[in-house]
């Protein structure tokens, strides 16, 4: 059995070949435009950066993330990813609870209630229509009040709810533990892995989010990093960027700006990725299996 | 845990038979009802109300005079929903784009997973995996990003390489032949890593035995992967094919959002992006919720006829 055929030589070779490109494809993008946030000018502008950097320099970065328009969005954006992702999991996992008991009396009825906003909403403009009506517009809240439960998270976390063993419940009970007890001090604490898990996708929801803010948030003042980071994309011009005078960046190239802004951008979460990677992973696994 | 255990865990007074049973039962579980309180007054605020906000689709919707106020007129809004040239254009685009979605790009995490399970080094699988995921993290504006930075006309890497083999360099973000070959791709190096997760939890769900057995019966790796991996997972492959095809009508919304332009409205326009240009753009606001709400019933429809034959065919659905 353990002797390798030609074949399984073949099929080898192919399998790294193609992983490895595939690999390269997805870091491609990423190299290219962090080469360009971090080269010479010169090189940026006669178009010979590829993969590598040619040259090094910080001070396109640096102009882009001391840019007070750049450190606000930035902070508004951390500010609703933080608030956002605790009220939406604590929200979904209290929500989660009553209805992974599927036998007390009308849960069901409640549950068909939660699942059919899934396949049905009333669209974009009655969506927004209540936002004005509820005086919500410029108002940062309105990036998190309408996103805080995700149904399919909350699915999620029910059914990791209910692959617990229930004599746990059953013992405390016994022990004469109330329903908030045994919710809180034994089904929470259980259910931490997949609790992470779901808190990752609400954050990365709510950092992500464009459409949102492109929506409700028309004021300067209020806008997100992804609001300021589309302006700079498709637009780069330098006095998006910074408020400095022209002179100032006579030496840096709208292209260099846009690839140090998005670097600056992508930092946070690459920074993040290798942690939590091996959580999301499990958590994925908790909700897809099941299916 | 059901409605049994939930007896027994009051053991005192068994609740059965008696007609008020049921009132009884809830009322003694009221604590789990307190707990729904917050998110049912979600879902009524923010689910539901937008619901009924949907009959301004009946009217001409005026803000000043509300939904009370406004005129009705009828299916009036759809009628110029079908007459109208441009949503006709819009309608294909989405179906183009949705459709070459599928065909290029639902295979691919399938050939990720069955590939990944050929290698044994962890080390390298785990990288290759935590690589192909990554771009899922990153948001659309980034990925338009990354994009308009390598394909750019001047000193983008795609470009160069074009013109070192003697080509005409291309602005793909503002050409009507290229946008959509381009949200295909960005799409697909966004998500095709992410979406073999749950053909990898499939594969790993499979049985070794039949593994063991196929190789003594002198099955070699490629066989054992189109014999036993790849029928491991159909059941698998069929759902999420069925479960796809319910989104038909979602191309990308946010995703074209941020990468398109007036110069490709022609080609890469799409329900989701009309209805924000019509509706917020234009203050078109019955239109536009009439075309949200045509979107809405036809995707409704399809998730739920696609449930309903995943169901008959493999017995299971999302619900």
Known sequence: ?291 | MNATDLNRSRRIKPLRTRPSGKWRLAWRNRDYYVLLIPGLLFLLLFKYTPMYGVLIAFQNFNIFDGIRGSEWVGLAQFHKLILSEEFGQVFMNTLLISVYKIVLLFPVPIVIALVLNEVRRMFFKRTVQTIIYLPHFLSWVIISGLFVTILSTSGGLVNNIIQWFGGEPISFFVSNQYFRSLVVFTAGWKEVGWNAIIFIAAIAGIDQEQYEAAAIDGAGRIRRMLHISLPGILPTIVLMFILRLGSVLDAGTEQILTMYNPVVYETADVIGTFVYRIGLGKMDYSFSTAVGLFNSVVGFILVISGNYISRKLLNRGIW
């Open chain 1, 1 to 291: 059995m353990n002797k390798r055929t030609k074949g399984d030589l073949l099929l080898d070779i192919s399998v790294y070949l193609f992983l490895i490109v595939l690999a390269l494809v997805m870091l491609l993008p990423l190299a290219n435009v962090f080469s360009k946030s971090v080269s010479e000018e010169w090189a940026i502008i006669s178009g010979k950066v590829g993969i590598l950097p040619i040259g090094f320099q910080l001070d396109t970065l640096k102009e882009v993330v001391s840019s007070a328009m750049f450190l606000r969005a930035f902070g508004i954006s951390v500010g609703v990813t933080v608030v956002g992702t605790v009220l939406s999991i604590i929200l979904t996992a209290l929500t989660a609870y009553p209805l992974s008991k599927r036998n007390l009396p009308g849960i069901s009825f409640l549950m068909v209630l939660f699942i059919f906003t899934m396949l049905f909403s009333g669209g974009l403009i009655p969506s927004y229509l209540l936002m004005r009506e509820l005086h919500l517009i410029n108002n940062l809240w309105v990036l998190i009040l309408p996103g805080m439960i995700s149904v399919f998270n909350m699915l999620v976390i029910k059914s990791y709810y209910e692959s617990l063993p229930e004599a746990l419940e059953e013992s405390a009970r016994i022990d004469g533990a109330k329903t908030y007890t045994v919710l809180f001090r034994i089904i929470l604490p259980l259910s931490m892995p997949v609790l992470a898990t779901i808190a990752l996708f609400y954050a990365v929801g709510y950092w992500n989010d464009y459409f949102g803010p492109m929506i409700y948030i028309n004021d300067t003042a209020l806008k997100t990093l992804q609001l300021y980071l589309q302006d700079v994309v498709m637009d780069a011009s330098a006095a998006n960027v910074t408020n400095k005078s022209v002179d100032d960046l006579m030496n840096m190239s709208p292209e260099g700006i846009r690839a140090a802004t998005v670097v600056a951008s992508t930092v946070p979460i690459l920074c993040v990725y290798p942690f939590v990677q091996k959580y999301f992973i499990k958590g994925v696994l908790i909700g897809s299996v099941k299916g």
